[in-house]
Nanobody, 122 residues
């Protein structure tokens, strides 16, 4: 379906900000609900955010609501995750995901990229 490449991860202090980018291949990018998952050491991968095909609808995990913003630019085949007021508990590998759907929980029918590390220090 889509090839996904994340970038923008790094090390920041608590309270800081990062913006993650996900570049996708393919002409059908706008046909997919896109999103982000994350996985902290020793924990299961968890849903972070999703965005509808045209960008009109967004969805967030309670843990990031009010701090993170997902957006997309269909002309650039890119989805973003703006992360503000970062906390140490946000430390994880962040994965871009494609073809998201919701049925009791969010899941990515099209898979995800290789991930980018986000580390928040205190």
């Amino acid at each position: 379906q889509l090839q996904l490449v994340e970038s923008g991860g790094g090390l920041v202090q608590a309270g800081g900000s990062l913006r993650l980018s996900c570049a996708a291949s393919g002409r059908t990018f706008s046909s997919y609900v896109m999103g982000w998952f994350r996985q902290a050491p020793g924990k299961e991968r968890e849903f972070v955010a999703a965005i509808g095909r045209s960008g009109g609808n967004t969805y967030y995990a309670d843990s990031v609501k009010g701090r993170f913003t997902i957006s997309r630019d269909n002309a650039k085949n890119t989805v973003y995750l703006q992360m503000n007021s970062l906390k140490p508990e946000d430390t994880a590998v962040y994965y871009c995901a494609t073809d998201l759907a919701y049925g009791s929980r969010w899941y990515a029918r099209g898979g995800w990229g290789q991930g980018t590390q986000v580390t928040v220090s205190s």
